[in-house]
């Protein structure tokens, strides 16, 4: 009987933790949804979109396209090298582009996002929630929700596909810089490979992957920011604990997605 107990707590914690996960996935898509709902609420809110494109956007292109340049540089001289084995080093072009394309571009994009904007959307929000400006906004008869979250999904929809966009063809050129100006494969042969392998679907494939990358990432940066006040700590530890846990279950569902995504798609 007591081996019996002493089995039994671990699972029902383990059940709980369960359970309380989903019913927090739920209520996140719940949040998406209300956010969602709202975009297209009259009047539109063009220059807070503006602004959340430009915050999201514009100030994601460097660390961007310095990613994606070091991720094509990687492939290039990794691919190059298991390619050289079995005598496919031809086939350079079309082993950096379909993983970019269909993989790394999508998902590192939305990482490096998820870094630099969904931090400071969480702790963002997570602040004006402590500070009582988002209960100002209730009293005011203002919807915080279409005030403040409406215009960062509407930002990321627009934003994540671009910029998913602006790593592939920055990795193919930092491809192409290690594989053909360093290792020597024709540049030529490089891009006719990168131009036969990518197809349609490639490409459509990537761009639905991150437009759901933009939906879980939002989701999850502006819930945990807007729920602040509900965790057990207080104040600025309160801000600290859900920027913490909006860049990690960001991450996570990033990947966790990504599978089941590429299981689908493929």
Do not use: W
Request: proline share 3%; hydrophobic share 55%; aromatic share 10%.
């Amino acid at each position: 009987m007591e081996k019996f107990v002493t089995l039994k707590k671990p699972l029902s914690a383990l059940g709980r933790e369960a359970i309380g996960l989903v019913q927090n996935l739920g209520r996140t898509f719940l949040f998406f949804l209300r956010g969602f709902g709202r975009i297209f609420r009259i009047p539109f809110q063009i220059r807070k979109i503006e602004q959340q494109v430009y915050f999201i956007g514009m100030k994601s292109v460097f660390v961007i396209c310095l990613t994606g340049a070091f991720t094509g540089m990687v492939l290039g001289v990794q691919g190059y090298y298991a390619l050289v084995k079995y005598g496919s080093a031809g086939a350079l072009g079309s082993a950096v582009a379909l993983s970019l394309v269909r993989e790394m571009g999508p998902v590192l994009t939305a990482i490096m996002i998820i870094a630099r904007a969904g931090s400071a959307m969480a702790a963002e929000i997570g602040i004006m929630r402590i500070s009582e400006q988002i209960d100002a906004l209730e009293t005011m008869d203002i919807d915080p929700i279409r005030f403040l979250i409406s215009p960062r999904i509407a930002a990321a929809l627009l934003c994540f596909p671009l910029l998913t966009a602006l790593f592939d063809v920055v990795g193919i050129f930092g491809g192409y810089l290690t594989g053909s100006k360093l290792l020597g494969i024709n540049p030529a042969l490089y891009f006719a490979r990168v131009e036969s392998s990518v197809i349609m679907m490639d490409v459509v494939g990537g761009f639905v992957k991150s437009l759901v990358f933009a939906v879980v990432v939002v989701s999850i940066c502006c819930y945990q920011g807007y729920f602040t006040h509900l965790r057990q700590e207080f104040g600025a530890k309160a801000v600290s604990q859900a920027t913490t846990s909006a860049v990690v279950l960001s991450c996570v569902m990033v990947l966790v997605t990504d599978y089941a995504l590429t299981t689908f798609l493929m």
